[in-house]
């Protein structure tokens, strides 16, 4: 495995990433969870990084609304500081300054809310939106679960409760065909959908899930399932439905796995997995072998040490793929070109 890294900007704490398209050019951006943390638009063709005022930090996601305009989580401080977190959507003031202004609205204020996720378009789009816990005495006070909520993206309008309790709430992803989102927490895995005008919610893996995503690692058209578990957790583990239940195919161990990914890179099926525990690094497993007992074998490439990665993001553009990693062990936001 070839790997080209490029430190795109210095940023404290970085925490949350994205990419978008703006007037033809290609950018990143990237943001701290960090009290008055700042936030960078990274110009990926000329290098420039310019400052994005008007975020209260502690931003723990970027989803892109349309144009120039975001939906992100902010107040969501460390560590666990987060009864004031809100749901907003801001939009950039785009200029030739070192700095840009925003327009920032509060869509939702909800109390720990740790990671959403937009369904739908239109006047039809909603955000799917998942709280940590309902509150805290202290830090580890877990007593008080999370719940799964259904939040208009006009500002204005009351979320909804869709179901609780989800404890220990962390992972969530968005199906490749946009109709449906992975919901995981202490409880297990949850898949939400719009069935016609109704909200349907079922349950596919029980046990305690920090993330998960979904690829078809094995070639056979299906997706599996990729987790870390437990809660920030010490297991990487693949998953394969058998029709009645999902059985574990494979499992590494990870250190604090805070983010992964599954996908296709240069015709290889990969798996990568972001550590901020240990040597704080991100590793690439490649998909070997199919073992006897219908398995499969990893083998494990590192791409970066000490860059404790919260979050990624992957494009593959160009013939390449490129990984950007809000590198928080590393103050840093970078990206990883990666080859055969």
Known sequence: MIIKKTRLCELEKAYAI???????????????????????LVNLKTGRVQRIDGLAGGVMCLVPDKGASFFAIQKFYPVFQSEKAEIVRFTINLGDGEVLGTDVETVARLPYVHRILTLGVGRDKVIVAGTLCAEKAFEQDWSQPGSVWLVPAEAGSEPSRLFTPIHKHHGMWRSG??????VSGQEGVYEVRRDGGAWQTERLLGGEVSDMCMFDLDGDGLDE??????????????????????????????????????????????????????EKDISLYTIES??????????RHVVDTGAGAANIVVSRAGGRTALYAANHGGDEAARYILEK
């Open 225 to 278: 399932m990729v987790t870390v578990e437990p809660f920030h957790g010490d297991r990487l583990a693949v998953y394969r439905n058998s029709g009645n239940a999902w059985l574990r195919i494979a499992e590494e161990r990870v250190s604090f796995c805070h983010a992964i990914w599954a996908g296709e890179i240069d015709g290889s099926r990969c798996v990568v997995a972001c550590n901020r525990g240990g």
């Open 177 to 182: 065909a946009g109709s449906s989102v992975l």
């Open 290 to 299: 199919r073992d006897s007992g219908c398995g499969i074998r990893m083998k």
């Open 18 to 40: 994205q990419l978008i398209e703006l007037n033809g050019e290609e950018y990143c951006i990237v943001s701290s969870e960090n009290r008055a943390g700042k936030t960078a």
